[in-house]
């Protein structure tokens, strides 16, 4: 079956010009953060969801309302607490004495961007009020189920310097997150301009510049990119080597894996590196891509054993190490 690049490339480099809008009218509000903006625009064109660890004060608040306007959707702030029930997320039943029955009150969770703030803040039993959330884009209040707006996106934020009273994300609900990013601190130059802005009293106003009529175009293009069974091949075997790093030839990295990634990041992985070919305006998937992409993908779906804690290896260096070993087609 032949396939017509040349088209393709066509509605990519134009699908991603609106991307690229997105992206210029975010920088007049957040400064730097380049490749966190990247990443969210990759998990917005997948369908996929964001979990953030960074310390507080580095605009992760700020970036998503940004790009709810930008975006022209509906966004909620939802500050996990210790004390917060999942019904304080998905809604519930009210009754209604005067008319003898039920109503139904949905929550906050019904929106098109979300903020989970803080979200192991929460136990887990809250957390897991995001599963069938964030897995189906529905929620079940009572006996009925409710379809989520689309598009339907959660970034949820976690604060690696505080663990007191906090509870850690259960595996399930982790591996239902995209992406896991590390947000760090601005480079002097960037962190000036925050200042001189702050201190100039300057409010910079952006503009809508996507509809979800257009993010769903731009999904239905992405869709559209050509994915070789070579590069299919190759993402397998970079998820693959984190479940068997000996059949991969890295048996030095056997005693530091305890778990490797499922099934779940040969698909993401795979999304999101067509997603990284559409905003570099590409109607094809290369190997770099893959490479791009793997370490936001796969970082907090491989757990490592004590003994790789012990040595204070990082699931970044575990991955960075069978990127470069794993065979490039």
Do not use: W
């Not at 595996?171 to 702050?198: C, G, I, N, S």
């Amino acid at each position: 079956m032949s396939v017509d690049i040349t088209g393709i490339q066509a509605r990519v480099v134009e699908h991603a010009a609106l991307l690229e809008r997105v992206r210029s009218e975010i920088r007049k509000v957040v400064v730097g953060q380049e490749h966190l903006v990247s990443r969210l625009l990759v998990a917005l064109l997948c369908g996929g969801h964001v979990l953030l660890e960074g310390v507080p004060g580095l605009a992760k608040t700020t970036l998503i309302k940004t790009l709810a306007r930008v975006l022209k959707v509906s966004f909620q702030r939802i500050q996990f607490t210790p004390d917060l029930l999942p019904s304080d997320l998905i809604g519930t039943l009210i009754y209604q004495p005067a008319k003898g029955e039920f109503s139904t009150k949905k929550g906050p969770l019904f929106a098109n961007l979300v903020l989970a703030d803080e979200i192991n803040r929460a136990p887990s039993k809250v957390q897991s009020a995001l599963l069938e959330a964030m897995q189906e884009h529905q929620v079940t209040i009572g006996d009925e189920t409710f379809p989520l707006p689309e598009p339907f996106f959660v970034m949820a934020t976690q604060n690696p310097i505080e663990q007191e009273g906090t509870y850690p994300l259960p595996e399930a609900q982790v591996d239902r997150f995209m992406m896991k990013l590390l947000v760090t601190y601005l480079k002097p130059e960037d962190e000036f301009q925050v200042v001189d802005r702050a201190l100039g009293g300057l409010v910079p106003r952006v503009e809508p510049v996507l509809s979800p009529a257009e993010l769903e175009a731009a999904r239905q293009t992405l869709g559209l990119i050509v994915v070789d069974d070579k590069i299919k091949k190759y993402v397998v075997a970079v998820v693959t080597a984190t479940r068997d790093p000996a059949a991969a030839g890295l048996k030095d990295l056997v005693p530091l894996i305890e778990y490797g990634a499922s099934p779940r990041a040969s698909l993401y992985l795979a999304q999101a590196a067509r997603a990284q070919a559409f905003l570099k305006g590409r109607g094809y998937v290369l190997p770099q891509d893959v490479k791009d992409i793997a370490q936001d993908v796969l970082r907090h779906r491989v757990l490592l054993t004590y003994e790789a804690e012990a040595e204070e290896v990082m699931a970044d260096q575990v991955v960075e190490k069978i990127l470069a070993s794993v065979p490039v087609p």
